[in-house]
């Protein structure tokens, strides 16, 4: 039986690894502009980790998670965000004792089990921004301000940026036991899993994704009511600096993010153009979570965007600076015993940094001719008894068709020149 990739996984191949690669460097670039420096973390952690960092109650650690057991029998899990790890490496390696607020990004591959169809993986990829040790609004309102400059730079103008406050742990449990109230008589109407967790934490039946829930719960307190001063003004920073900026951003008391360790900020950007799977990213701020996870009580804020819906946004719009890096030159050779002056060229060409590529299974000279057009090449170099005779190559520019003649002393200096055109 043939074996094919699992289930919710899928080769990136060349002829698409561009759009990748453009996207990364945007995400890369606009980050270190905004002084945030790349960590790489484990791939696999301790399942305790996302235990305690993303939250025991939520559908990540219950249902999603890829744990395993190692040959000695320690419990590890693929990771399924990133904010977790690098709160445990800030942890680790003391940094919340050195230069704050520490402020990194990250990209790569997260695993998820879940349904997979357009949009939604069990190996996806995403990038995030974390800074931990300031509570400062501003600092919320840069790391949504780098959000924003992101889908700028990417083309995607047309997004919608929800935000809202989740308060801190004293004004929630006001607020909590508000909704428990609120919910109780009508938990009937609830879907399976929010007819259990409500109790625990009932602000995951407004996250919840079952339409029904929300239709059960109308006329629902909402938290902004019981927010606490300090919670109040940080928000009130927030917004006016976003605005001050020239931000537009909707006020969503249904945002409540699934996972347990935000406080305060909590903000989603969705491109309704991308379909079911809209959310392209999100984050917030979670004062609580590096304590959750061992250490001390350091602050921080974040986001995590998907990279697999900002590609199908980027799509969407046919970007056209989006190309395949294909190859500038191609050395075609006219005769078999010409191999190793075609080799020789080749390889002077690479090494003065032009991309170039050869034939390598016997093509007859016009086959190489369509090889070279097929695979992009701006010019065709051709090595032949005239050239090898007269000490010169023959340059056909393969969108002109023009032909010259160049010394072969010359060669790379002139074939730079020509591709100084393209
Ligand atoms: P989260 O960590 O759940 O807040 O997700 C942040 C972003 O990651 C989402 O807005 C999506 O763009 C992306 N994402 C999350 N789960 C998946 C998935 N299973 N497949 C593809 N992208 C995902």
Same mark, same amino acid.
């Given at each position: 039986?043939?074996?094919?990739?699992?289930?919710?996984?899928?080769?990136?191949? %060349?002829?698409?690894?561009?759009?990748?690669?453009?996207?990364?460097?945007?995400?890369?670039?606009?980050?270190?502009?905004?002084?945030?420096?790349?960590?790489?973390?484990?791939?696999?952690?301790?399942?305790?980790?996302?235990?305690?960092?993303?939250?025991?109650?939520?559908?990540?650690?219950?249902?999603?998670?890829?744990?395993?057991?190692?040959?000695?029998?320690?419990?590890?899990?693929?990771?399924?965000?990133?904010?977790?790890?690098?709160?445990?490496?800030?942890? !680790?390696?003391?940094?919340?004792?050195?230069?704050?607020?520490?402020?990194?990004?990250?990209?790569?591959?997260?695993?998820?089990?879940?349904?997979?169809?357009?949009?939604?993986?069990?190996?996806?990829?995403?990038?995030?921004?974390?800074?931990?040790?300031?509570?400062?609004?501003?600092?919320?309102?840069?790391?949504?301000?780098?959000?924003?400059?992101?889908?700028?730079?990417?083309?995607?103008?047309?997004?919608?940026?929800?935000?809202?406050?989740?308060?801190? %742990?004293?004004?929630? !449990?006001?607020?909590?036991?508000?909704?428990?109230?609120?919910?109780? %008589?009508?938990?009937?109407?609830?879907?399976?899993?929010?007819?259990?967790?409500?109790?625990?934490?009932?602000?995951?039946?407004?996250?919840?994704?079952?339409?029904?829930?929300?239709?059960?719960?109308?006329?629902?307190?909402?938290?902004?009511?019981?927010?606490?001063?300090?919670?109040?003004?940080?928000?009130?920073?927030?917004?006016?600096?976003?605005?001050?900026?020239?931000?537009?951003?909707?006020?969503?008391?249904?945002?409540?993010?699934?996972?347990?360790?935000?406080?305060?900020?909590?903000?989603?950007?969705?491109?309704?153009?991308?379909?079911?799977?809209?959310?392209?990213?999100?984050?917030?701020?979670?004062?609580?979570?590096?304590?959750?996870?061992?250490?001390?009580?350091?602050?921080?804020?974040?986001?995590?965007?998907?990279?697999?819906?900002?590609?199908?946004?980027?799509?969407?719009?046919?970007?056209?600076?989006?190309?395949?890096?294909?190859? !500038?030159?191609?050395?075609?050779?006219?005769?078999?015993?010409?191999?190793?002056?075609?080799?020789?060229?080749?390889?002077?060409?690479?090494?003065?940094?032009?991309?170039?590529?050869?034939?390598?299974?016997?093509?007859?000279?016009?086959?190489?001719?369509?090889?070279?057009?097929?695979?992009?090449?701006?010019?065709?170099?051709?090595?032949?008894?005239?050239?090898?005779?007269?000490?010169?190559?023959?340059?056909?520019?393969?969108?002109?068709?023009?032909?010259?003649?160049?010394?072969?002393?010359?060669?790379?200096?002139?074939?730079?020149?020509?591709?100084?055109?393209?």
């Amino acid at each position: 039986m043939q074996v094919k990739a699992p289930r919710g996984t899928y080769d990136i191949l %060349p002829d698409q690894v561009h759009k990748w690669h453009y996207i990364e460097e945007v995400l890369k670039g606009t980050a270190e502009l905004y002084g945030y420096r790349e960590v790489r973390t484990p791939i696999f952690e301790h399942t305790e980790l996302f235990e305690r960092g993303v939250g025991e109650s939520t559908d990540i650690v219950t249902k999603e998670m890829y744990t395993f057991s190692d040959k000695s029998k320690r419990s590890l899990t693929l990771r399924p965000e990133g904010t977790a790890s690098c709160a445990r490496a800030i942890i !680790e390696h003391s940094l919340y004792n050195g230069l704050l607020p520490v402020k990194w990004y990250y990209t790569g591959p997260m695993f998820r089990y879940d349904r997979p169809q357009t949009g939604r993986y069990r190996q996806f990829h995403q990038f995030g921004v974390e800074a931990f040790g300031s509570t400062s609004p501003y600092l919320d309102a840069e790391v949504i301000l780098l959000l924003v400059e992101i889908l700028n730079r990417l083309g995607l103008s047309e997004f919608e940026l929800h935000l809202n406050s989740v308060g801190c %742990p004293s004004c929630r !449990e006001e607020y909590r036991h508000k909704l428990i109230q609120h919910i109780t %008589p009508v938990k009937d109407g609830l879907c399976k899993d929010c007819q259990v967790r409500y109790q625990q934490n009932p602000l995951r039946v407004l996250d919840c994704k079952v339409a029904t829930c929300h239709e059960a719960i109308t006329g629902y307190p909402t938290l902004s009511e019981y927010l606490c001063g300090e919670c109040r003004d940080h928000y009130a920073i927030v917004r006016e600096t976003l605005e001050q900026n020239g931000v537009k951003y909707i006020h969503d008391d249904n945002l409540v993010r699934g996972l347990d360790y935000y406080t305060k900020t909590a903000f989603e950007v969705h491109i309704p153009d991308i379909g079911a799977q809209s959310a392209i990213g999100g984050g917030g701020r979670y004062d609580g979570l590096v304590r959750d996870c061992g250490g001390p009580d350091l602050p921080g804020i974040g986001f995590a965007l998907g990279i697999e819906r900002l590609l199908l946004a980027v799509e969407s719009l046919k970007s056209s600076c989006v190309r395949p890096v294909g190859i !500038e030159a191609f050395v075609t050779v006219m005769d078999d015993k010409y191999e190793l002056q075609a080799a020789r060229l080749v390889n002077e060409l690479r090494q003065a940094g032009i991309r170039t590529d050869k034939d390598y299974s016997g093509k007859s000279a016009r086959a190489q001719m369509k090889y070279a057009a097929k695979l992009g090449a701006y010019l065709t170099l051709f090595v032949g008894d005239e050239e090898i005779n007269g000490d010169f190559i023959t340059i056909r520019d393969m969108q002109s068709k023009k032909q010259e003649q160049v010394a072969r002393d010359h060669i790379t200096d002139h074939v730079k020149l020509l591709l100084q055109n393209y």
